[in-house]
Nanobody, 126 residues
Framework: DVQLVESGGGSVQAGGSLKLSCAAT????????MAWFRQAPGREREGVAR????????YYADSVKGRFTISQDKTTNTVFLQMNDLRPDDTGIYYC????????????????????WGQGTQVTVS
């Protein structure tokens, strides 16, 4: 199993920045793909950004391209999400996800098949 702990959420004004962290412990060698998802009230969880563990290759949802950056620190098994130019519609609970296979970011059903999830961290933009 893999355990994930997110941190870094908070409240900011529009145009501000936050950096989320996700620390992984356990069987991290089994993980090929890490991602960040978010869920706004009354809406389905949606993929925001994904990074491949082996290559560092990244993929972003159109809504965050140019504003968010996902990165990894392999020495500490930590994944980051740098969020700049935040907007009110970025508000939601942000979840870290680690999976043994990489899935299309937009396919929540695929991620739900085999993904480890963190407990979530609240981001509020006003």
């Amino acid at each position: 199993d893999v355990q994930l702990v997110e941190s870094g959420g908070g409240s900011v004004q529009a145009g501000g920045s936050l950096k989320l962290s996700c620390a992984a412990t356990g069987s991290t060698d089994s993980i090929q793909c890490m991602a960040w998802f978010r869920q706004a009230p009354g809406r389905e969880r949606e993929g925001v950004a994904r990074v491949r563990a082996a290559t560092g290759g990244t993929y972003y949802a159109d809504s965050v391209k140019g504003r968010f950056t996902i990165s990894q620190d392999k020495t500490t098994n930590t994944v980051f999400l740098q969020m700049n130019d935040l907007r009110p519609d970025d508000t939601g609970i942000y979840y870290c996800a680690h999976a043994p296979r990489c899935h299309v970011l937009s396919s929540l059903r695929a991620w739900n098949e085999d993904t480890y999830w963190g407990q979530g961290t609240q981001v509020t933009v006003s």
